[in-house]
């Protein structure tokens, strides 16, 4: 019995948070962010050349064939570093769509362009997953799709589209596709790109397989990520709170000497800390015993979920005034984690769908 | 991650269980009180003999004399609690006293002691925390001069909780005043019986008196009867402490209480609707499993650690802090969810689980303070689990 991560695994998050020290400071994040650039190019090279888009796709078709467990490591660390580059939808979900429920030759097409990061696929599932919009929509057809999909994911820049219909059938959608109009979305997170996919008789490929399964292993493995993406920065705003609380001074010392903040600090670690073995869970769940992942992924989902917005309010607070400007750039942080809550299902959503889940509650 | 016990233990797991099937017969069914009877003792004793009490304590003492295994630990544990059988003794002078001796007593303390303490025949109680020595522990007052061959003992303890059923007491006493506070504590041990001991119970909100104050009128203790050197009491004290805060906060309890508040919320109804369908307390009652979860799952990655000799960090740090805190919520999730009938208590007709949510939520409460209070849980989390500075003293006046 290990209940933790091996060598290999470490030295996973090792190498990736070096790699990321170096190329992603928060200046290049911010110079990202300001610049509207949706993806920033350097970081994604850097990520290509450990692997990171094509992690999980089989080496068969270039990638490294990791566990969704190793994913979730990644994900922790890019939310560390708020890296303003594609991740959940193009290196995670839509690998699993196509590996789950895409044709051999739809595999062959696809998954080594993912893998090798060329490719950038973006995933429109929300219709499904978080909740139908009475404006939104998507109707496939004889081939062609009708209607909008709102909140797709890894956005600016993909060249694919993964999209979810009205009765949950999956459909590739080139991103050049006739009658696709593609319109970003802003949120208060700029490290991702959101957007909103509007279709106009758009020729598109249906992923031929068991979706219904595909779906929910995209929706669990996209909850997982976002959680492992909300410990990584939660864990950032603690450790930044904790520095900036021993070199603060008033009243004549050090802010962190008083217990009301030192409290603070206490309650968000011990807050955050347990989310870890959470998400762990989960993940291997997801990998090894399929049955018990939807529930973990909600519990990891929506445990992460309320505890990093405690922890992002409270970090922004103990930094004080400094944590509301934008000089500290404390509030890339504080976004990423607004993000993450609300996609793919905010906690009060998810955990009734825990209880379907658990017959407590009727679907 | 591998979750997977393996063969090794997977057949251990069967001993145990083969065990368990032989002997549920002979299990108490009494709880657990304070002094054993002797349906417990005999049950304590075959426990022992086959390695599921006193599993580590070496023979010489009348322990099993296994190998530490934290692994084998937990699927006793398992196992029992999966069967609904209790475990062995576990009283402060099992979890605390004993430990403390193997690691500080002298061999003639060890032979004296452990074997009737663990055999239920000797029965003790803690006498740390004062009246006004509670967090700041250290600051104790009750001072013990020296007279001859004799220590004399005058002062009050409080919070003792078996005081009334002990035979004996290890206590903390200040028997150096001219020394820094930490350096001039004892650790004394002597018999309940000791002239000048007078025991008051000290009745709790929850309405039971579950702690008693304990007074000493020059109390004679001869000299000898020290743990630990004279002057070094604090630190004899600490190597208990860290055992009573592996005690407090145990995820595998919270995950009991779950089931019970599953099953409350399934079966009672309030306007012909069960419990569980109403959707706020439902909400609850997810938010609390996934609690439940991350402490089960953050105990699995804390034995991982411990079996490799791995320092977890401030992950340890967390467990009583976060594990007393869920018990206390899930107690109030089911008096909530109960309306009016969660407050009926002590032999009130339409009782729910005999009252006892609310004694739960009291109770819980003391635990929350005791042991450590949350907020010098939080100390010792930013402190050493964050790094963070210690409040500065005040200036002397």
């Known amino acids: ?24 400071p928060l200046e290049r994040v911010r110079k990202a962010a300001e610049g509207g650039e949706e993806m920033a190019g350097d970081i994604w090279a850097a990520l290509t050349e450990l692997g990171v888009p094509g992690m999980i796709v089989p080496e068969a078709q270039g990638g490294l064939g990791l566990a969704l467990l190793d994913a979730a490591l990644v994900s922790e660390v890019l939310g560390r570093h708020v890296a303003p580059v594609p991740f959940v939808a193009t290196a995670v979900m839509a690998p699993l769509a196509l590996m789950q429920a895409g044709s051999p030759a739809q595999q062959e097409e696809w998954l080594p362009k993912l893998a090798s990061g060329e490719v950038i696929a973006s995933v429109a599932i929300a219709e499904q997953v978080s909740g139908a919009r009475e404006d939104a929509g998507v109707t496939a057809s004889g081939g062609t799709l009708n209607g909008k999909a709102y909140f797709a994911m890894d956005f600016g820049k993909a060249d694919l589209f993964i999209v979810v219909d009205r009765d949950g059938g999956l459909h590739l959608v080139k991103g050049d596709a006739r009658g696709l109009a593609k319109v970003g979305l802003t949120s208060i997170d700029l490290t991702r790109s959101l957007g909103e996919l509007q279709f106009d008789d758009v020729e598109a490929e249906p992923l031929a397989g068991d979706t219904a399964a595909a779906l929910d292993a995209m929706r669990d493995a996209g909850r997982i990520m976002l959680a492992a993406d909300t410990l990584g920065a939660g864990w950032m705003m603690i450790d930044k709170a ?7 001074k008033q009243f004549g010392r050090v802010i962190g000497s008083f217990q009301a903040v030192k409290h603070m600090c206490a309650e968000m670690a011990a807050e955050l800390e347990p989310c870890r073995p959470l998400v762990w869970y989960a993940a291997h769940a997801f990998d090894e015993m399929p049955d018990e992942a939807p529930l973990m992924a909600a519990h990891a989902k929506s445990l992460t979920s309320d505890v990093g917005r405690f922890v992002a309010r409270t970090a922004t607070e103990v930094h004080g005034g400094m944590g509301f400007t934008d000089l500290l750039g404390l509030h890339y942080w504080f976004k990423r984690i607004g993000l993450n809550r609300q996609l793919l299902g905010a906690p009060e959503r998810v955990r009734r769908e825990a209880a379907v889940m658990q017959g407590w509650a009727a679907d | 991650m591998d979750l997977a016990y393996g063969p090794e233990y997977e057949a251990f797991r069967e001993e145990v269980r083969q065990f368990i099937t032989k002997h549920r017969k002979d299990a108490p069914e009494r709880m657990r009180v304070a002094r054993p009877d002797a349906e417990w003792k005999a049950w304590q004793q075959l426990l022992i003999k086959n390695g599921y009490a006193a599993r580590t304590i070496p023979t ?3 322990g099993y004399g296994g190998e530490p295994d934290i692994l084998k630990s937990r699927i006793i544990a398992e196992e029992f609690t999966a069967a609904g059988l209790p475990l062995g003794l576990a009283n402060q002078g099992i979890s605390m006293f004993v430990p403390t001796l193997l690691e500080l007593g002298t061999q003639e303390q060890k032979q004296k002691w452990i074997e009737p303490t663990l055999k239920g025949e000797v029965v003790w109680c803690q006498g740390y925390s004062e009246p006004g020595s509670g967090s700041d522990l ?5 001072k013990a001069t020296e007279d001859g061959d004799d220590f004399v003992i005058n002062g009050q303890k409080i919070w003792t909780s078996t005081a009334k059923d002990a035979d004996m007491i290890f206590c903390l006493v200040r028997t150096e005043p001219e020394a820094p506070k930490h350096q001039g504590i004892s650790y004394l041990i002597f018999s309940m019986d000791t002239p000048g001991i007078e025991v008051r119970p000290l009745k709790t909100m929850t309405g039971a008196a579950e702690f008693n104050e304990v007074f000493f009128t020059d109390v004679r203790v001869p000299k000898n009867q020290i743990v630990g050197e004279r002057g070094q009491g604090w630190f004899v004290a600490n190597a208990t402490l860290k055992h009573e805060r592996g005690m407090l906060g145990d995820p595998n309890q919270a995950g009991t209480r779950l089931k019970e508040i599953v099953d409350l919320m399934q079966t009672e109804t309030m306007d012909g609707q069960k419990l569980i369908d109403h959707p706020l307390y439902r909400d609850r009652l997810v938010d609390l499993q996934s609690r439940v979860y991350a402490m089960q799952f953050h105990g699995l990655r804390l034995l991982t650690a411990a079996s490799k000799g791995e320092d977890p960090g401030i992950a340890r740090l967390i467990v009583k802090l976060q594990g007393c805190e869920i018990n206390h919520q899930l107690a109030a999730l089911a008096i909530d969810a109960l309306g009016e009938l969660g407050v009926l208590y002590g032999k009130s007709p339409h009782l729910r689980a005999w009252g006892s949510w609310q004694s739960r939520y009291m109770f819980d409460l003391g635990l929350i303070i005791g042991g450590g209070t949350a907020q010098i849980q939080k100390n010792i989390i930013s402190e050493r689990g964050l790094g963070m500075p210690r409040e500065p003293k005040p200036a002397k006046a």
């Open chain 1, 1 to 24: 019995m290990e209940f933790g991560l091996s060598e290999d695994q470490r030295m996973l998050q090792d190498s990736l948070n070096g790699t990321l020290e170096r190329v992603c």
């Open chain 1, 242 to 248: 904790v520095e900036y609380a021993k070199e603060r």
């Open chain 2, 60 to 62: 010489e003492y009348g």
């Open chain 2, 138 to 142: 250290a600051s104790l007052q009750t």
